[in-house]
């Protein structure tokens, strides 16, 4: 398992490369380049399965880069590793299938996580039957859009939950999380957290004798007027009514 890392910048390279946990990922090789160009040299001669590349780069951009391998129908496991928190960017990674769009700076924990991650997904494909790859998209999009849904299930009751901690907690970009979350599961992030806060306070009226107040806040919505707008405008009907 060979990777490669691509950044303008010597200092931010050299920081991956000593953050990264070769052996416990079980990476053999770790070659870097300072540019686009010299890192698809690197990509023509060498057995490179994993891609960590910058996106912004003098000459050439990192999704620039990615156009060209599509091209040449180079097919990378690939994770962008931006400073920038730009929709566009976000969209871009997603036509180009990347694994992971990721924010700098990014700590060691959460950089060998995420490379963990992509590892276990390049040994998969390695060691599966050949099939469409097309197919592990759609495994990898199932596996993104069930990791927010148990995130969301687990923190129902964050009166703060939203697109901005959850991409933290999952260390990607939030446009990117936006994004690729609505391509997957056909609905909006925000839309999916009221939908789930409504289902888990219509179960709780029906199967317990809990306050209402208290299964606002149980739901995350420790604004009580506000839960009952948002009830009455998700099921029709009051709490109150509800419960019967």
Known sequence: MNLLIIDDEYYIVQGLVEMI????LGIDRIFTAYGAE????????EDVDLLLVDVEMPKETGLE???KLRLERRRLTTIILSGHQRFDYAQEAIRYHCFNYLLKPIGKQALNYELSRAVD???SKMEGPKRDPQDDMKLRGSEFVTSVQSYIH???S??????????EAMHLNPDY?????????GNTL???????RMDQAKYYLKNTTMPINQIAEKVGIPNLSYFYRQFKKTVGTTPQLYRG
Do not use: C, M, N, W
Request: hydrophobic share 40%; no cysteine.
């Open 21 to 24: 946990d070769k052996e416990a």
């Open 38 to 45: 010299q890192g698809r040299k690197i990509i023509e001669h």
């Open 65 to 67: 880069l990615l156009e």
């Open 121 to 123: 997904f390049v040994r």
């Open 154 to 156: 687990d923190h129902l």
């Open 158 to 167: 964050d009166p703060g939950l939203s697109r901005v901690e959850i991409a």
């Open 177 to 185: 999380l936006s994004f690729a979350f609505h391509k997957e599961f």
């Open 190 to 196: 925000t839309s999916y957290i009221t939908s789930v």
